[in-house]
């Protein structure tokens, strides 16, 4: 049983969460550029004299598959590593994994993390 | 040593005098001045391309490239002749087609023309950031035909040319009314009757920022343009006389800086933000404002008429924005208004003609009266000649070419090669990491009509 650990948090927290997972032996992860909103909302600026509001601010997407009972301390880690208090911090969430395979030598599920 | 030069010149051989050597100094000076302002083609292309979005870069780029070839090539066989042939009434020039006549005192025509057709391609560039992003490029093409072998040189008659402006005492020393004003009136014309861009205008009717995609670009190109004015005031000399072009640089660079800071501030205190861009168009709308009366005004009084032009484009483009007159890069406002600034500020502090040096109300009335013609003879006609393409070739392109980009509807390929997604792409390449967001959604993406 594996699990899929999903978190969007600000771009600038990504070194630290590589940090901690890879301090405790995540051996993986991937990372995608997303827009998104959530409790913040966006903000309005001016250009030019007009203005505009910034409603989707840059997010990175982390995600990383973990053995099912590592996933509680992953999650721990990553909310440790990108928590600043401040609102915009992001969110992780988890999804259990139906199978994983490792395409080079098609190892299965757990053997594959 | 004298064989040498007769050699070197043989136009010039008969005798070396200390007028042919000046004459010489003459020539060469003034041929400097005209590439300074030619290469401001590049700070117009770089400016504009900035203030709008990457989906239209390549056409704005064409649009700058091609307005400067037909202005060179039709200034050269009517304009010219419209310009600074014999007059006609004092309204236009007839004579000197094909560039058969001209010329000036110690100047050649060939050095002549290539000064005064820079200025032409100035006056018709102006008006491709005004209509950025919406318009047909075929109709653009024919509008910078028309203004640089018609409209600017009849501008250009009633004035340089010795037409009826400057029998009444117009004065316009470089052109803030000639030229920037002419390009800022046929500028707000254009994007009249063009109407705004899609998104410019929310629902609630409220002016919407779309900012433009590249601020380096635009303040590179605010940058060279200042260096090309250099060319543009100094130039207007018209010889190689080092006080009086001394005093049009220092008035020009006291200028330029007086409307940065002026727009600067103003938009700080208004916005809560120095804004990067309007601290450029007040840059130029120092430049522009100078332009009139380099020679005139005194050091620090140029700096103050710098700055008053400063604070006019940041009103004045706040002002368009809410008439629904849609100028993406500021053209009309610095080219447009502050030419006219520029024009009243010579009746107001020429030395000793203006109103506050002593001169009485004679040149200012002159001024009033060329501002006033200038706009109404420019507005008038490209009105015609814009509601003309209208009704022939169109003006503006279909909305799903407006919302996809022009650079592919108008010229075959985006301007940024990484945008286009076709045939085999080579595999590990990061678009992601490219930082040019050539297809990007417009952070204010509602569609408004």
């Known amino acids: 049983m594996t699990t899929l650990v999903t978190a969007v948090i600000r771009p600038h927290a990504l070194d630290p969460v590589k940090a901690a997972l890879t301090a405790m032996g995540v051996n993986g992860l991937t990372v995608t550029e997303v827009r998104g909103f959530g409790r913040q909302g966006g ?10 509001t910034v409603d989707l601010l840059p997010k990175l997407k982390v995600e990383v598959v973990v053995a099912g009972d590592e996933a509680a301390g992953v999650v721990d880690a990553i909310a440790d590593a990108a928590r600043t208090d401040r609102i915009g911090d992001g969110k992780i969430w988890t999804t259990p994994v139906a199978s994983l395979t490792r395409i080079r030598t098609g190892e299965r599920d757990a053997a594959a993390v | 040593m004298a064989v040498v030069v007769a ?9 070396v005098t200390v007028e042919s050597v000046q004459a010489n100094l003459d020539n060469v000076f003034l041929m400097i001045c005209a590439v300074l302002v030619f290469f401001m083609q590049a700070g117009f292309a770089f400016v504009e391309a900035g203030l709008t979005r990457g989906k239209n870069v390549g056409n704005i780029m064409m649009k700058n490239l091609m307005d ?25 020039g007839g004579s000197g087609w094909f560039l058969s006549t001209g010329g000036f005192d110690n100047v050649t025509k060939e050095v002549d023309f290539f000064f005064q057709v820079a200025f032409a391609a100035t006056a018709a560039t102006i008006v491709s950031g005004a209509m950025a992003e919406r318009t047909k490029f075929k109709a653009y093409a024919v509008y910078s035909l ?29 052109g803030s009314g000639i030229v920037h004003m002419t390009g800022g009136v046929a500028a707000a014309v254009g994007a009249a009757i063009l109407g705004p861009r899609i998104g410019k205008y929310g629902p609630d009717g409220k002016p919407r920022a779309i900012p433009g995609h590249s601020m380096p670009f635009a303040i590179i190109g605010c940058m060279i343009l200042f260096v090309g004015w250099f060319g543009f005031n100094p130039g207007s000399v018209l010889a190689a006389e080092g006080a009086a072009v001394g005093v049009a640089a220092l008035s020009t660079a006291m200028a330029a800086a007086g409307g940065a800071l002026a727009a600067a501030a103003v938009s700080w205190i208004r916005g809560g933000k120095p804004d990067v861009a309007m601290a450029g168009n007040g840059l130029l709308a120092g430049l522009v404002a100078i332009t009139a009366g380099p020679d005139v005004i005194t050091t620090f009084g140029a700096a103050l008429v710098g700055a008053v032009g400063g604070v006019i484009v940041v009103g004045s483009v706040w002002l368009f924005d809410r008439v629904r007159i849609d100028d993406p890069v500021g053209a009309v406002s610095v080219h447009g208004t502050v030419g006219a600034w520029g024009v009243l500020a010579v009746g107001l502090f020429a ?47 279909s909305e799903t070419e407006e919302v996809e980009g022009l650079d592919v509807h108008e010229h075959g390929y985006p301007g940024y090669g990484e945008a286009i997604h076709v045939g085999a792409a080579p595999s590990g390449s990061s678009p992601a990491a490219t930082g040019v967001p050539a297809q990007a959604p417009s952070p204010s993406p509602a569609v408004g009509k």
């Open chain 2, 68 to 92: 400067m070839a037909i202005a060179v090539v039709a200034f050269g066989a009517v304009g010219w002749a419209f310009a600074y042939g014999d007059t006609v009434g004092s309204f236009i």
């Open chain 1, 43 to 52: 903000h309005t600026e001016t250009y030019r004299g007009a203005e505009y």
């Open chain 2, 351 to 397: 030395a000793e003609d203006g109103l506050f040096t002593g001169g009485g109300f004679d040149l200012l009335w002159a001024q009033i009266v060329g501002v006033v013609a200038i706009t109404a003879f420019v507005g008038v006609a490209m009105t015609l000649v814009f509601l003309g393409i209208k009704h022939t070739i169109g003006l503006r392109v």
């Open chain 2, 7 to 15: 050699f070197a010149n043989p136009a010039w051989a008969q005798e």
């Open chain 2, 146 to 174: 028309v203004l640089s072998a018609v409209i600017y040189p009849i501008v250009v008659h009633w004035t340089w040319g010795g037409g009826w402006l400057s029998e009444l005492g117009y004065v316009d020393f470089a």
